[in-house]
């Protein structure tokens, strides 16, 4: 049998995005959406490649308005889910086809 090398722990760094071949990356950011935090804090977060899952306390609507149509209008995604808000950057596409 050939000697055959493979570290698992660097085929991260070479997994690319089929589309348009950029690296993905980014964090699983967990919070709260219940006012205390400030609207353009949730959106930089977001720009910056990150997904946003946040517990909602209160009405969605009045707590995201602060950053729901600049997400939008960036191409981002935004789903209310169990009373979650899930917000994704632009190029992360959040799949529905399960509920």
Do not use: C, K
């Not at 919070?31 to 720009?47: F, H, I, K, N, S």
């Not at 899952?53 to 600049?70: H, P, Q, T």
């Amino acid at each position: 049998m050939s000697d055959f090398n493979l570290d698992l722990r660097s085929v991260e760094d070479y997994i690319e995005d089929e589309e348009d071949g950029e690296s993905l990356e980014g964090r699983v950011v967990l919070g709260v959406l219940d006012g205390t935090t400030d609207p353009a804090e949730w959106l930089q977060t977001v720009l910056d490649g990150n997904v946003l899952v946040l517990n909602v306390d209160g009405d969605v609507n009045e707590l995201a308005a602060g950053f729901a149509r600049e997400v939008r209008d960036e191409d981002g995604e935004l789903v209310h889910f169990r009373g979650f808000l899930i917000v994704t950057p632009p190029g992360v596409e959040i799949d529905r086809d399960r509920l």
